[in-house]
C-alpha cells in the first residue's frame, strides 16, 4: 500500500511463470498484438503507436523527451514534485532547452497547475513540447489537463503534449485521444498490478510525425520509437524486425493485467479508486489526520499524501505498520521527505479491506507514539 | 535451441512467480547483495561495481558507451557482425567517434580478430576505449582476449576495455580481473537462463574512475551509473537511494539462476557446453553440415552456426524443426541472414538429449527436403 509496487495481481504472476517463448515466435507476437488492444482502450487512444518499452517509467519518460525532441529544442516543464525534476534534468542530459515552471517556492509541495497557467506558458515560450505529470506521487497532486483544453492550446501552439501517467494510468480519468495528449507512458507496477519492467507507451499521429521528420539521429538506440515500433508492427503487415528481446514474461504478466482492466472496466475501475480514497480520508480524517494537498481539486486518490503532524514520527509509524501488520506504506520523497506518510490505492491492492487495514494501522501506530490530535 | 531466450530454468521462472515486494525493501535489498555476488563468481571479479541493469543486453551496451565516454572521445569498435555494427551505431548517437575494425568484406561473416590486430589497433587509434565482443551471436564467432593480453594493451594505451559477452557469459572461459577487463556486460536469457530484462553489469576500479572524472553530464539519466550504483549501494554502507523501480520479478529470477551457476560452477559449466558443441559437430558433420566459422579458433560453442549447403532450404529446416518437433532454432541475422542455421546450446538447455533432438531434427529435415550431401 505503498506509492508501489503495487501488490501485483495473482494472475500477472501465474502469467509471469510460464516458460518463455521466442521473442519473435507466434506466441509472442500474438501476445503483444493483445497488448497493443489493451493498451489503446487503456489509455483510451485509435492509436497503432502503442507498445510496452522493455524498461521502467523512467525508460518511458527517457524514450519521450529522446525521441521528440532533437537538440536545443525547447521544451517546457510543469514541475511540481520530483518527476518534473527528472524530466527537467533528463532534458539537460539530451542538451534539450528546458523552461522549468514550478507551483511555488520548492518547500510549498503539493500542489498542481491551473490549465490555464501551463496554456500561459505554451503561448509565451513557444516550446516544441510541454511535459507535465498526471499524477506527482512525490506529493499526491493531480494535474488537470482541463479536459482537451490544454492539449487544443498545445496544438495551436505548434507543441506536442508529454504526459507522465505513471502513478495515475487506470486509477483516475484519462482519455488520450479526446485530451489531445501526443506522447504518455506508464509503469507496469502501480494501478496495473503487474511486476515492474514493462512502459506502457503511448504516441499521437502528430508525435510519430515528428519523429518522421527528425534532422537528427535518435540520442538512444535502446529507446528508438521507430525501431521499436517495427519489433511493435505499427506500420499494418510491415515485417516485423528485430530491434531487441522483449521482456517476454513481464510482457505475458502485463497481458493479463490488460485482460484484469478489460474485465472491470475503466470507469468501474476510476469509481473503485475514488471510493477508497474517500473511505480512506473519512478514516483518516477521524484520526485527525490532513491531507498534504490542500486544495481538494488537485489531491490525487491513487497516491494519498497524509501529512505529518507536529509531534508524530513518521518513520516510527511506517515501521509499526510493516512490523505489525505487515503492511508497506511510504514516507515523502523528494520535496515531501519526513512530511508525509504515502499511502498507494493502486489496482488489485485498492480494495475496502485494506483502506480499512490502514486505518487501523495508522489508529495503533499513532495511539502507540501516544499521539493524539490536539482538540 | 535458437540464440536466445534460451529455455528458462524451472527455478527461475518459479522465483518469478512470487508476490512482489518493494524496491528498497529489505526482502529486495538482500536479493540484490545476493545478486552482486553471484554476479562477482559469473563475471569473475572482486569488482564491488556489479549489478544488473533493468533492460536488455542492448541497455548493458549503452550503458557502458554513455558512462565511460563523453562527446567526442574516440572508441575503436571491433566489429565482426551485428553487435559491432550496433554499438558503432550507438556511438554515433552518442556523438562519440567511432573507429570501426572489420575482419574482412561485410560478406564474409565468422571470423574474429586476432589479438595482435586489435592490440595495433589500440595503438595506432589511440581511442579511450575498445569494444570487443565475445560471442558475435549473428555469425557464431568467439573473440579471444588472449589471456590478459588486450587488456595489458588497453592498459598501456590508457584505453578502457569494454567487453559484450551477452551470447557467451557462463558458456565459455572468461576472466574479467585475470584478463583486465573494465566494463562488460550480459544478458539474463542466455546462458543464465532466466528471462529477459535484466542485464548482468560489471565495472573495474579504472572505468569507475574514468566515470567519476567526467566533465559532462551522463546523457542518460535512466542509465547513469553512479545513480544505479547508490541503489545497489557500490559505496559499502553508502545509504541506498532511489534511482528507479528495480525489476523485483525479474531479480528475484536472476537470483535464483545465479544460484544454479554457482552450484554447478563455471569449470563444470564451460565444460559442459564445449562438450555439447563437439557432439553436436560431430552429428553435423555426419550429414554433411558445415561450420560457418571456417577457423576452428573462431568458433563460439553457446551460439553454432551451421553454413546452408547449395540446394537446401534454411527456412524450411527451421519450420520443420518447429512443426514436427516443437524445437525453435533460428536463420542468420545481420551478416549470416539466409546462409546459416543458429543452434544455442546455453545454460539449462545444454543437454545431450537436446543436442540429440536436434541433430534428429535436421537429419529428417534434410530428408524431408531432399537435400543430401554431394559424395
Chains 1, 2 share one sequence.
Request: proline share 5%; aromatic share 8%; with cysteine.
Amino acid at each position: 500500500m505503498g506509492p508501489g509496487p503495487s501488490v501485483a495481481h495473482p494472475r500477472a504472476l501465474r502469467a509471469q511463470a510460464a516458460p518463455l517463448v521466442g521473442h519473435l515466435s507466434n506466441v509472442m507476437l500474438q501476445q503483444m498484438d493483445e497488448i497493443k488492444q489493451g493498451l489503446q482502450y487503456l489509455f483510451q487512444t485509435a492509436s497503432p503507436y502503442v507498445c510496452l518499452l522493455s524498461g521502467t517509467g523512467h525508460g518511458g519518460m527517457e524514450a519521450c523527451l529522446v525521441n521528440l525532441l532533437e537538440r536545443g529544442e525547447r521544451v517546457v516543464i510543469a514541475q511540481n514534485g520530483i518527476w518534473g525534476e527528472r524530466a527537467a534534468d533528463m532534458a539537460e542530459r539530451l542538451q534539450l532547452e528546458p523552461v522549468v515552471l514550478r507551483t511555488g517556492k520548492d518547500d510549498e509541495g503539493g500542489s498542481a497547475f491551473p490549465v490555464d497557467t501551463l496554456i500561459a506558458a505554451v503561448r509565451q515560450h513557444k516550446p516544441s513540447a510541454l511535459f507535465v505529470v498526471v499524477g506527482e506521487s512525490s506529493t499526491g497532486a493531480h494535474q488537470s489537463l482541463g479536459g482537451g483544453r490544454l492539449g487544443q492550446a498545445c496544438r495551436d501552439a505548434g507543441a506536442l503534449l508529454i504526459v507522465d501517467t505513471v502513478a495515475s494510468l487506470g486509477g483516475v480519468p484519462f482519455l488520450a485521444d479526446a485530451w489531445g495528449v501526443d506522447a504518455c507512458y506508464s509503469g507496469s507496477q502501480k494501478v496495473l498490478s503487474g511486476p515492474p519492467g514493462a512502459a506502457p507507451l503511448c504516441l499521437s499521429e502528430r508525435a510519430w510525425s515528428k519523429i518522421q521528420a527528425r534532422t537528427t539521429k535518435i540520442a538512444s538506440f535502446n529507446w528508438d520509437l521507430p525501431m521499436i515500433g517495427r519489433y511493435w508492427q505499427w506500420q499494418p503487415g510491415a515485417p516485423r524486425v528485430y530491434h531487441h528481446t522483449g521482456a517476454v514474461s513481464t510482457y505475458f504478466a502485463l497481458r493479463e493485467c490488460l485482460a484484469v482492466v478489460g474485465e472491470e472496466g475503466l470507469e468501474a475501475m476510476w469509481k473503485r479508486h475514488s471510493d477508497a480514497a474517500a473511505m480512506l480520508w473519512r478514516g483518516l480524517a477521524e484520526l485527525g489526520l490532513e491531507p498534504y494537498v490542500a486544495d481538494p481539486q488537485y489531491r490525487l486518490v491513487t497516491v494519498n499524501t497524509i501529512r505529518v503532524p507536529d509531534g508524530a514520527d513518521w518513520a516510527a509509524l511506517v515501521g509499526h505498520c510493516l512490523k505489525e501488520y505487515d503492511l508497506e506504506i511510504a514516507g515523502g520523497l523528494g520535496p515531501s521527505a519526513g512530511r508525509v506518510w504515502r499511502v498507494g490505492l493502486m489496482g488489485y491492492s485498492c480494495t475496502r479491506a485494506n483502506v480499512a487495514l490502514v486505518l487501523e494501522a495508522f489508529r495503533t501506530g499513532l495511539e502507540a507514539q501516544g499521539w493524539t490530535k490536539k482538540k
